[in-house]
């Protein structure tokens, strides 16, 4: 079983930036999706971004702001998080599987899919 260890969250002012990372136990292949989910209090997990061996997407509501990167050597992914918004808020989830990402660009989410436990990012206006 694969095992994927978020840190990095914390408090900021809006406006701040955090830089999340997601390390995973075992070699992560380029071909391999992952992304970075959050779920806020009360609402729906979303994706907020995803990385492929090619390409990456973004939530429009991050576009421009938060930028995804992986490092393979590290088997690390990180979420580089700027202008922060208080709408930001959530808990901040990383997952990975052992496919490419869909057409879309977006981490098909059928098994195996590898969370971490989520860390929690809070902006306070």
């Known amino acids: 079983q694969v095992q994927l260890v978020e840190s990095g969250g914390g408090s900021v002012q809006a406006g701040g930036s955090l830089r999340l990372s997601c390390a995973a136990s075992a070699y992560m292949y380029s071909y391999y999706c992952m992304a970075w989910f959050r779920q806020a209090p009360g609402k729906e997990r979303e994706g907020v971004a995803a990385?492929?061996?090619?390409?990456?997407i973004y939530a429009d509501s991050v576009k421009g702001r938060f930028t995804i990167s992986r490092d393979t050597a590290k088997n690390t992914l990180y979420l580089q998080m700027n202008s922060l918004k208080p709408e930001d808020t959530a808990m901040y989830f990383c997952a990975a599987v052992p496919y490419r990402c869909e057409v879309n660009g977006w981490l098909p989410l059928r098994p195996p899919t590898w969370w971490g436990q989520g860390t929690q990012v809070t902006v306070s206006s």
């Open positions: 990385s492929g061996s090619t390409s990456t």
